[in-house]
């Protein structure tokens, strides 16, 4: 019994480190060196070009407490410049701690609301009755188009 826990332990620990490497994520351009393309990529650079995926990046930043959000209900934080953004792109929101651990029912989001104007939005799904009150955090906008 004791030898096959020994070898269980061990499988998985080789398991574990292969799987690591096989998922470790590296920035940079290295995944799609050439850009990603909606169709098919042709020699004709004015098809290439047309079928390309570019991306702008916008990004600010907040630091705001949210305060006693209610269960069913969404508070937002005041406008955010997020110099570029326009109606209708894409935001992702980054935070400087977890506040998922001490508030397991927030949901954080980010969204442009008009040009140039982002907001982070808390929404309290606490089913318990209980509210979600996250503290005075920073939060990062990136928004993208």
Request: glycine share 4%; aromatic share 4%; hydrophobic share 50%.
């Given at each position: 019994m004791r030898k096959a826990a020994v070898v269980a332990v061990l499988l998985l620990?080789?398991?574990?480190?292969?799987?690591?490497?096989?998922v470790a994520l590296v920035s940079g351009r290295q995944w799609f060196p050439d850009g990603?393309?909606?169709g098919p990529r042709v020699a004709n650079p004015a098809s290439a070009a047309r079928n390309a995926l570019t991306a702008t990046y916008e990004s600010a930043l907040l630091s705001y407490d949210f305060g006693a959000v209610e269960p069913g209900y969404c508070a937002d934080s005041p406008n955010v410049t997020v110099g570029g953004a326009a109606l209708g792109d894409g935001c992702v929101l980054g935070m400087d701690q977890d506040?998922?651990?001490?508030?397991?029912?927030a949901q954080f989001l980010c969204r442009v609301t008009a040009a140039n104007t982002g907001v982070v939005r808390l929404c309290s799904h606490a089913g318990d009755g209980g509210t979600s009150n996250p503290s005075d955090a920073g939060y990062t906008l990136r928004t993208f188009r």
């Open positions: 620990s080789v398991a574990g480190v292969a799987l690591a490497q096989s990603v393309f909606l506040l998922t651990t001490t508030n397991p029912r």
